[in-house]
């Protein structure tokens, strides 16, 4: 078994296959039965969210906490409620790399405070994770792309900036840069 802190970093860097969820099917299997994709999100939200409640209830020790987590909601349900809303309310085409950005520069992101180079590493490698996936989802020209990572990335490193021990930022890193850039997908796409 990995150390707490590597398992952490891994479970981030592999947190984007949640996204396979814009592939499962809206109606899944019988649709008499009333069981839609969206149903399937609110119990995965909800069973985590129960699995922490418990866990704080009863004083479990979870491996891969941090020890200030003992006693406040966990940084896996807060990214999940983060992903949960993001997937729930906000365009794919934002949420996926926004989501991503979240996953892999994050780990990066303390790496580099604690190495004195944040943020001249996170900032261009969260940039490059933005640009890359919006122009592999398409439907974006190269000045749409560079408008939507230029407020996207500083937006999300500061939200991810604040040591804030009520909520983590795998919450912040995702909804705050979702809640600047949606309303600006319209007026960017319709003007560039």
Same mark, same amino acid.
């Not at 150390?3 to 947190?15: E, G, K, Q, T, Y």
């Not at 906490?65 to 999940?80: D, F, I, N, Q, V």
């Not at 996170?122 to 230029?150: K, Q, R």
């Given at each position: 078994?990995?150390?707490?802190?590597?398992?952490?970093?891994?479970?981030?860097?592999?947190?984007?296959?949640?996204?396979?969820?814009?592939?499962?099917?809206?109606?899944?299997?019988? $649709? /008499?039965?009333? @069981? #839609?994709?969206?149903? %399937? +999100?609110?119990?995965?939200? =909800?069973?985590?969210?129960?699995?922490?409640?418990?866990?704080?209830?009863?004083?479990?020790?979870?491996?891969?906490?941090?020890?200030?987590?003992?006693?406040?909601?966990?940084?896996?349900?807060?990214?999940?409620?983060?992903?949960?809303?993001?997937?729930?309310?906000?365009?794919?085409?934002?949420?996926?790399?926004?989501?991503?950005?979240?996953?892999?520069?994050?780990?990066?992101?303390?790496?580099?405070?604690?190495?004195?180079?944040?943020?001249?590493?996170?900032? $261009? /490698?969260?940039? @490059? #994770?933005?640009?890359? %996936? +919006?122009?592999?989802?398409? =439907?974006?020209?190269?000045?749409?792309?560079?408008?939507?990572?230029?407020?996207?990335?500083?937006?999300?490193?500061?939200?991810?900036?604040?040591?804030?021990?009520?909520?983590?930022?795998?919450?912040?890193?995702?909804?705050?840069?979702?809640?600047?850039?949606?309303?600006?997908?319209?007026?960017?796409?319709?003007?560039?």
């Amino acid at each position: 078994m990995p150390p707490p802190h590597l398992f952490r970093r891994l479970f981030h860097l592999a947190s984007p296959v949640f996204l396979l969820y814009y592939w499962i099917p809206r109606d899944l299997g019988n $649709p /008499a039965t009333g @069981l #839609t994709r969206e149903a %399937l +999100l609110v119990l995965a939200v =909800g069973t985590v969210l129960a699995v922490d409640i418990g866990r704080l209830a009863l004083r479990i020790p979870v491996f891969g906490l941090r020890k200030y987590e003992a006693g406040r909601m966990s940084a896996y349900a807060w990214g999940t409620i983060g992903l949960g809303l993001a997937l729930a309310f906000f365009p794919p085409p934002l949420v996926i790399p926004v989501f991503c950005g979240m996953a892999w520069v994050d780990p990066l992101a303390a790496w580099s405070r604690k190495t004195g180079r944040y943020p001249w590493v996170p900032a $261009p /490698a969260y940039a @490059l #994770t933005v640009a890359f %996936l +919006l122009a592999a989802i398409g =439907g974006f020209d190269p000045l749409e792309i560079l408008a939507l990572t230029a407020i996207a990335t500083p937006v999300a490193l500061l939200a991810e900036y604040p040591d804030i021990r009520v909520v983590d930022d795998d919450f912040t890193m995702t909804i705050v840069p979702l809640l600047a850039l949606t309303p600006l997908l319209y007026p960017i796409t319709a003007l560039l």
